[in-house]
């Protein structure tokens, strides 16, 4: 590997790093309160936040390997899917009623446990798998906050429809709504996932 593949991808970690900062200190906050856009000034600087990021991330783990990036994306799936699912079955208290009624702590609950178990799945399935406790509760731990970050992209996104009075970002998928209906928890998780990638290859 030359020194530009090398550099090159460490030059990412600013970037990931202000999407990560974004989704654990500012994106839950703004969940809670529901704070409005206000200007075209805030809009583009949080469009920024939202795209930029993970469509670096996304060209990243696509350069490093296809079945990386699809890994990541089916960690997305796992979670939607465990989160529906135990949602349906055992949902009782809303997560978030105001912004997304259909979601439950329960749905979230089920998420952390099915992407945990898929992580896990996955890493030994590759040959990375380990028996030293303190590195298995470092993956949980990354495995946890990559659920909970995705589920916060979720969220956001749809806080922002309501907000908007929308009730799907576009109409270029039809029956599907828009694009940013489908890779709303993708804005969140890549960068995040990105990050990882970059601290575990130090």
Same mark, same amino acid.
Request: charged share 10%; with cysteine.
């Given at each position: 590997?030359?020194?530009?593949?090398?550099?090159?991808?460490?030059?990412?970690? #600013? !970037?990931? %790093?202000?999407?990560?900062?974004?989704?654990?200190?500012?994106?839950?906050?703004?969940?809670?309160? $529901?704070?409005?856009?206000?200007?075209?000034?805030?809009?583009?600087?949080?469009? !920024?936040?939202?795209?930029? #990021?993970?469509?670096?991330?996304?060209?990243?783990? $696509?350069?490093?390997?296809?079945?990386?990036?699809?890994? !990541?994306?089916?960690?997305?799936?796992?979670?939607? *899917?465990?989160?529906?699912?135990?949602? $349906?079955?055992?949902?009782?208290?809303?997560? %978030?009623?105001?912004?997304? #009624?259909?979601?439950?702590?329960?749905? %979230?609950?089920?998420?952390?446990?099915? +992407?945990? *178990?898929?992580?896990?799945?996955?890493?030994?399935?590759?040959?990375?798998?380990?028996?030293?406790?303190?590195?298995?509760?470092? *993956?949980?731990?990354?495995? +946890?906050?990559?659920?909970?970050?995705?589920?916060?992209?979720?969220?956001?996104?749809?806080?922002?429809?309501?907000?908007?009075?929308?009730?799907?970002?576009?109409?270029?998928?039809?029956?599907?709504?828009?694009?940013?209906? $489908?890779?709303?928890?993708?804005?969140?998780?890549?960068?995040?996932?990105?990050?990882? !990638?970059?601290?575990?290859?130090?």
């Amino acid at each position: 590997m030359n020194r530009e593949e090398t550099v090159a991808p460490f030059s990412l970690v #600013p !970037v990931y %790093a202000v999407s990560a900062l974004f989704w654990i200190l500012c994106a839950p906050f703004w969940l809670r309160a $529901r704070w409005a856009l206000s200007g075209s000034g805030a809009s583009a600087i949080v469009g !920024v936040v939202l795209w930029l #990021p993970p469509s670096l991330a996304m060209a990243h783990l $696509r350069l490093l390997s296809p079945w990386l990036l699809l890994g !990541v994306m089916a960690a997305v799936w796992v979670a939607d *899917i465990a989160a529906y699912f135990t949602g $349906r079955a055992f949902g009782r208290r809303k997560l %978030a009623p105001s912004i997304s #009624p259909g979601k439950s702590w329960e749905g %979230a609950y089920g998420a952390v446990v099915g +992407v945990v *178990i898929y992580g896990l799945l996955c890493l030994s399935f590759t040959g990375h798998g380990t028996t030293d406790a303190g590195t298995i509760a470092v *993956i949980v731990g990354a495995l +946890v906050a990559f659920t909970a970050i995705s589920i916060m992209g979720d969220l956001f996104e749809s806080m922002l429809k309501r907000q908007a009075g929308v009730k799907d970002s576009g109409t270029l998928l039809p029956g599907h709504g828009g694009i940013l209906d $489908r890779i709303d928890s993708l804005t969140s998780t890549l960068p995040f996932a990105g990050l990882l !990638v970059l601290w575990f290859a130090r």
